[in-house]
Structure formats: C-alpha cells, structure tokens
C-alpha cells in the first residue's frame, strides 16, 4: 500500500521560500507519477505541479510556474516542491498524491501540510 507523509509546512511571509517534502513508501515508484495539489479555503482541491519519477518529467499549473519547481531523489524516494514568491493566494493546504504513469487517476494522497502566507 502506498503511503505518502507531507511535512515542510508553516506560516511565512509574502515573498519568502518554503520546501515540501513527500516521502513515498510502500511501493516501487519508477512507473509512477508524483504530484502536488492544493485545496484553499472554500475552493476545490487544484492541481500544482507533477513530476514523472523515471524520466523527470515536470508540468505546472500556470499559477505557479516560474516560481514552484518540483523534484524528486530516487534514493531517498522523496518529492519535493520548492516553492519561491509566495504570495497570500499560495495559502492552502497542500497534499502530495501519486498515480501510475498510464492512469490518470491519482489514488493515492498524503494527509496534506498547511501552508499560509501572509501579506
């Protein structure tokens, strides 16, 4: 069973960085893809960024790119998704979710890390 652990989370101000870990357990990911969604308050959970575990490859929400980047370390089977410019609309609860390379379902979720950032 995939099990997928969030932390990096916090309170920072507009401007500063933050980094988001996922360690990823239970399976062997190579024919996986890793992704990071983002639910705010009173809105629907939104796509941020995936990275494919084998090939490295990215793609980002529109919101984010050029600011976010995701990344993965095969050894330590960990993902993680540095994140640049925060500004307050980033504020979200931010989960971690996994899916196989030829599903486009994302089955598998982490518990989520809080991020707020304030003006």
């Known amino acids: 069973q995939v099990q997928l652990v969030e932390s990096g989370g916090g309170l920072v101000q507009a401007g500063d960085s933050l980094r988001l870990s996922c360690a990823a357990s239970?399976?062997?990911?190579?024919?996986?893809?890793m992704g990071w969604f983002r639910q705010a308050p009173g809105k629907e959970r939104e796509f941020v960024a995936s990275?494919?575990?084998?090939?490295?490859?990215?793609y980002y929400a529109d919101s984010v790119k050029g600011r976010f980047t995701i990344s993965r370390d095969n050894a330590k089977n960990t993902v993680y998704l540095q994140m640049n410019s925060l500004n307050p609309e980033d504020t979200a609860v931010y989960y971690c979710?996994?899916?196989?390379?030829?599903?486009?379902?994302?089955?598998?979720w982490g518990q989520g890390t809080q991020v707020t950032v304030s003006s």
């Open positions: 979710a996994a899916r196989q390379l030829y599903d486009s379902t994302w089955r598998d």
């Open positions: 239970g399976r062997t990911f190579s024919s996986y893809v």
């Open positions: 990275i494919s575990w084998s090939k490295g490859t990215t």
